[in-house]
């Protein structure tokens, strides 16, 4: 059964440093993993994808690594704002299996 | 991107009422969906999966009777709750995929309340 963690529950950072928020899961034959973005009471904004062949992917600020046979990705955020106050949830979906299993999110807040 | 959508965005009910909350692609055809439930300060755990025309797959320990899914077309798929109890009180969150299932696109999210 597919479990996914993510260090740390919670983190405090003035506006301007670069962060990394880690996600681990178990069963290394993943199909892909994503990160997502979720304000308060809100739904969940895709970030990035990486399928189980990349390593990989980067979008503005953001850059996201996949080592697959760890069973590791990490969200490297850039320059942090405020704006980025959020909770980042990773998710994978694993081969042959259509669901993803999300881990419990990392409570991200800038202080500006 | 792929737009999905859920009405209502939020609902407050009596106990031992029914609720009905829609989930549509509104531009692709989504063959799968998913339901998903998020109580306060938790991740996402995923309800049970539909795929267009068959029935549900729920997961463990969701109750099939109590949660109520119907993927009747390729845009639209219903999750009613029957007889809300407070504890069903939470945040639900459906997401499509098309065909490929390369990626699920998340709805906004339905807010229930049972009182």
């Known amino acids: 059964k597919q479990e996914v963690t993510q260090i740390p529950a919670a983190l405090s950072v003035p506006e301007g440093e670069n962060l990394v928020l880690n996600c681990s899961f178990t069963?290394?034959?993943?199909?892909?993993l994503q990160w997502f973005r979720q304000d308060p009471g809100k739904g969940l904004t895709s970030l990035l994808l990486?399928?189980?062949?990349?390593r990989e992917q980067t979008s503005g600020r953001l850059n996201a690594s996949l080592d697959k046979s760890s069973g590791r990705s990490t969200l490297y955020i850039a320059a942090s704002q405020p704006g980025d106050s959020a909770t980042y949830l990773c998710a994978v979906q694993t081969q042959g299996a259509q669901k993803l299993v999300f881990g419990q999110g990392t409570r991200l807040t800038i202080n500006p | 991107g792929a737009v999905v959508s859920q009405h209502p965005s939020w609902v407050i009910c009596k106990s031992g009422t029914s609720v009905k909350i829609e989930c549509r692609s509104l531009d692709f055809q989504a063959t799968t969906m998913f339901w998903y439930r998020q109580f306060p300060k938790q991740s996402l755990m995923l309800m049970a999966t539909s795929n267009e025309g068959s029935k549900a797959t729920y997961e463990q320990g969701v109750e099939k009777d109590k949660f109520l899914i119907n993927h009747a077309s390729l845009t639209l798929s219903t999750l009613t709750v029957t007889s809300a109890h407070p504890e069903d009180s939470s945040f639900y969150i459906c997401?499509?995929?098309?065909?490929?299932?390369?990626?699920?696109?998340f709805g906004p999210g339905t807010r229930l309340l049972v009182l």
């Open positions: 069963d290394s034959a993943i199909y892909n």
């Open positions: 997401s499509a995929a098309g065909r490929f299932l390369e990626t699920q696109y």
């Open positions: 990486i399928q189980s062949s990349q």
